[in-house]
Every structure is written in C-alpha cells, then in structure tokens.
C-alpha cells in the first residue's frame, strides 16, 4: 500500500467518525428511536455525499439532476435489480437534500414536503423488495417510518458541522408549518420565535 493509498483511506475514515459523533449526538438530543444499523446507514450517507460529485462547490448546480417524479417513473419501467438501484438513489438524495440543504429548496419548484414525500415513498418501496435481504428491507422500512425524524437529525448535523454558515428562520418556519417538524419548532422557539398555525408567529418575550 503506498503512503497517497494509506492516508486516503485515513481520511475516509476519521470522516466517518466525524459524522458518527454528529449524528449520535444529534438523535440523542432528539430523543429520535433508532437502530444502530439506521445510524451508520445515516452516517454512510453523509460520508458518500460529501466525498464524492454528489455534492457540488455551486449550490445552485445541485439540483440539476434528474427529476424525482422522472426518476420514479423510471424505476417502476426498469428490470428489478435496476429499480432498487434508482430508488435508493431517489431515497438517498431526498433525505441528504432534504436534511443538509432545506434552504436551497426555496429556489425550486417543489418544496422540502415534497422530498421528504418522495424519499420516504422510495424507501418504503425497497422495504418490500422481495429479493434484498431481509436485514437490508428492515432499515429501508426503518428510514421510511422515520423519515422526517431523520431530516431533523441531518439538519442538526448541518448546524453543527462547518458546511453551513446559518440558520434561515423564515424556512424554518415554512419546514415546520409544512411538515410539523418538532425539530423546527423547537429551534425557533431558540431563537425567540413561536410559531402557531393559525397563519404566522408571534416575538417570545
């Protein structure tokens, strides 16, 4: 093993344990119930995105790709093996986007709802894929149950990490108002902010 190869993989794996202490700090702040499988599942994921062309230097190049609702399409047209392929893909990326970028989302289309819709439907597809292992169908099932249980806990992980300078409080207030996140509700009562459904938010005094 050459010396480049030696600190490659050092690398890969103190980011791991950088994004395992995150995301063990964040479900347990949240109180979120998970399995240990769910976590470095979690934590995988963060370490992929990163690492790889998934995540782009321009924000505003990040969704450029394929359409959720074309990408679903396409993976109920594709062989078994390729549908499990796309749709963990579509899950994968619901989740990451939906948890690290929530901002970015304002600029699009469709909102957070929407992938955290999409991402959890995609999971829960490959929960009942008959030829995956069973271990593997259980933490898809796992991260459909829990979907937005674990957006929160990858928006903590976002806050905590040096990969995002602040916290936007009025999407925050959309997140919630849309999804009913106890996680954002919780972060904008930090901020002074408590928010009611009956249309806005009133300054806590």
Do not use: C
Not at 141 to 155: I, N, Y
Not at 157 to 169: A, M, N
């Amino acid at each position: 093993m050459t010396q480049r190869e030696k600190e490659k993989i050092d690398a890969v794996t103190s980011l791991q344990e950088y994004f395992y202490e995150l995301v063990r700090k964040a479900i347990g702040r949240q109180k979120v119930v998970a399995t240990k499988e769910a976590e470095f599942y979690l934590v995988n994921l963060l370490r992929d995105f990163l690492k790889t062309e998934k995540v782009y230097e321009n924000r505003s190049d990040t969704f450029k790709e394929e359409p959720l609702a074309l990408m679903l399409q396409r993976a109920f047209d594709a062989d078994q093996t390729s549908k499990v392929t796309i749709l963990k893909k579509m899950g994968d990326f619901s989740l990451y986007i939906a948890g690290f970028f929530p901002n970015s989302l304002s600029r699009q289309l469709v909102d957070i709802d929407y992938y955290i819709k999409m991402g959890g439907s995609a999971y829960q597809t490959l929960s009942q894929a008959p030829k995956s292992p069973r271990a593997l169908r259980d933490i898809f099932l796992e991260l459909a149950e829990k979907f937005l249980f674990f957006v929160d806990v990858l928006s903590e992980v976002s806050e905590e990490s040096t990969l995002k300078s602040h916290l936007d409080i009025l999407r925050l207030y959309e997140t919630w108002l849309k999804t009913g996140s106890e996680r954002a509700f919780e972060r904008l009562h930090q901020e002074g902010i408590i928010p009611y459904r009956a249309g806005g938010y009133k300054i806590s005094q």
